[in-house]
């Protein structure tokens, strides 16, 4: 089983590489016993996704309704022979997630094939099942022992992670309404999306990621880097998206260049290494 293990969870990081290098490069920085742990998470919360995102040509309800009772048997029996929910079951086990989280986030991925445009109060329990929970899953890998920090940290972790998701939705927009009809944010007309209206979602996004900095700031240290780079790089990307007027949000995906994140990066780091960040 030790080698079944290290196989799935090679294979985890592997995913987490492969889907995304902005967040594997955050993960690279955590403490090394972190890494394995929220790789797992990862890959299980991408291949869910891509249940919803890319398999349209299959029976996707149907096969998500199997994704979550082959998860929760993995996690009841302690095994599966699905490399990423092996990974996933170890996890959820072995850091004590609270299955509520998983549950909320499947829920989510459910409302991605059924919901097309959200009322305030969907969008927000979308937006706490697809990000928020996730940030508190990964949260508990680093205060697995402590009770107490990880409580402390609930608010802001779930503010990151709503920062990111919000900035996800713009980057997005035009992919996500073209390809797959939807529209995330509650309250707004998508065919008269105009720079005020740009400015309000702005001014909220703004709030979410100054609530999460205060968290960042208190996080351990063998967490706090990894955390930061991903928290550096969304921001950096909410600045360009918000010098783009909206009738050019449409236009094009946004995304910072690996020279960018490379630059980013060394700043960060050697911040970091004299205690300044």
């Known amino acids: 089983m030790e ?19 902005s967040f594997s490069m ?51 029996e302690g095994v599966s022979t699905n490399p990423i929910l092996q990974s996933f079951q170890w996890v959820v086990n072995t850091y004590r997630i609270d299955h509520h989280l998983i549950e909320a986030f499947l829920d989510s991925m459910e409302m991605d094939l059924t919901k097309k445009q959200h009322t305030e109060e969907s969008f927000q329990k979308y937006v706490y099942g697809s990000a928020e929970v996730v940030g508190l899953m990964c949260l508990r890998v680093f205060y697995h022992d402590d009770d107490q920090g990880y409580e402390s940290l609930i608010y802001p972790a779930r503010k990151l992670g709503e920062a990111f998701q919000k900035i996800n939705f713009l980057r997005d927009i035009h992919s996500d309404f073209s390809d797959r009809g939807r529209f995330y944010f509650p309250g707004t007309d998508l065919s008269n999306l105009n720079d005020l209206t740009k400015k309000e979602i702005e001014k909220d996004i703004q709030k979410d990621f100054d609530e999460a900095y205060l968290g960042i700031r208190r996080l351990n240290r063998p967490s706090r880097l990894g955390v930061l780079v991903s928290y550096t790089y969304y921001l950096k990307l909410f600045r360009k998206i918000k010098r783009t007027p909206a009738s050019k949000v449409f236009t094009q995906r946004y995304r910072i260049s690996n020279l960018r994140k490379i630059l980013l990066l060394a700043g960060l780091w050697t911040r970091y290494q004299l205690r300044l960040a």
Do not use: W
């Open 26 to 76: 955050g993960v690279r920085l955590l403490q090394k016993n972190f890494r394995y742990p929220v790789y797992a998470i990862y890959g299980f919360v991408r291949f869910a996704d891509e249940i919803v995102d890319t398999f349209h040509d299959h029976e996707q309800e149907r096969m998500l309704t199997e994704f979550r009772a082959e998860t929760f048997r993995a996690i009841e």
């Open 3 to 21: 080698e079944y293990n290290h196989i799935s969870l090679r294979l985890s990081r592997l995913a987490t590489i492969s889907y995304s290098t």
